[in-house]
């Protein structure tokens, strides 16, 4: 061989790859397949076989598995228990005169939460903790009718708008279940269940619920009638019912703090079918329903 050729094999020799796990082949049948992932996990191409095609692409905000952006931000304090936050619908002076006008209410006697709910036209949703009422003064300049209310919230323009008529305006609370009860009393009623007593205010409605500036049904008869007075002085218009007149009338609207209708006492069942009121004989319950 010359000696051309014996440097062009030992060139070839010098460059051939040395040997090693990544230029060998495994031995026949030693390997497996690996498994094929499908549908939301086949990462091919756009639209063949995956989330795309199968129409399960994950919900708005998700980032594989991390934690979210808007999870890692610091919670505002307003927000704090959001959820748990009683609403009062509004219902304002000017739907009041329409169902008065109507007569879907009978400005005679106490408009309550199940007066209200008796007319179809406003509703409460117990689900979005819906407490009550909250009377707002729109139109409050042309509010005439002479009515005897029960809400659960209120201002002061609209207790002024109800008194400077000969009103009465009472603010009142009731937890979740009786409110429930009161909105919709003859579902109620075919439950079977005996009639809850209303709890007392929480600790942070205490304060409005004990102030005569809003008629709270905590407060003093004597003191709503001096903030009465005041209040037709503040905004200079004569009162129709006098001290005596109005006192009579706030004992016999007002209700007992544990009661959510007249003549109907907690723990009692009413049944629809027969007709008749079934009344707890055992003493426990008796000192259950009639105390704090």
Known sequence: MSRKGIDKALKIVRDMPRVSLSNIQPLPNTTSKGLQLRGRYNHGRMGHKGQTQHRTLPPLGFE?????????????PYYADYHERRQYPPITLLQLQRLVDLGRVDSNELIDITTLCNTNLVKLDTSRNNYGFNLTDEDSDHFKAKVFMEVQWTNELSIAAVEKNGGVIISRFFDIKCVDAMANPLNFFRKGIPIPKCKNPPSNAIEYYSCPLNRGYLSDPLQM???RIELAQKYGYKLLLSSEEYLEKIKQITKDPRHIWFGLKPGWVVNLKDQSILKPLDEDFERYYTTE
């Open 64 to 76: 594989g598995g991390n934690v979210p952006w808007f999870k890692k931000q610091p919670m505002e």
């Open 225 to 227: 009638n001096e903030a």
